[in-house]
Nanobody, 120 residues
């Protein structure tokens, strides 16, 4: 079984910074994709940032130049550095990874989410 555990959410003032982390554990053969999504109640979950195993990164237009996605050297933890936070960044942030376990075929796994609140 694979588990993703997020941490780092909390309350921050507008203009502040916060760093989220998400670590995968379990029977992992390979991780093809690491991504962060966010969801506001009543709205669809949206992709915030994604890092593909080949090295490319993708960001939502709303967070470009403010958020940075990165991974650790072991390749099982993904981070989201969030800078110059705005009230509209308030959401539950979810980690998603495309992980292959016993075969090279990857499946999507999600974390349970961590709440980020941007407010004065």
């Amino acid at each position: 079984q694979v588990q993703l555990v997020e941490s780092g959410g909390g309350l921050v003032q507008p203009g502040g910074s916060l760093k989220l982390s998400c670590t995968a554990s379990g029977n992992i053969y390979s991780i093809y994709l690491m991504a962060w999504y966010r969801q506001v109640p009543g709205e669809q979950r949206e992709m915030v940032a994604a890092a593909v195993s080949g090295g490319s990164e993708h960001y939502a237009e709303s967070v470009k130049d403010r958020f940075i996605i990165s991974r650790d050297s072991a390749g099982k933890t993904v981070y989201l550095q969030m800078n110059r936070l705005k009230p509209e960044d308030t959401a539950v942030y979810y980690c998603k990874m495309a992980i292959a376990t016993t075969t090279p075929v990857g499946m999507d796994y999600w974390g349970k989410g961590t709440l980020v609140t941007v407010s004065s």
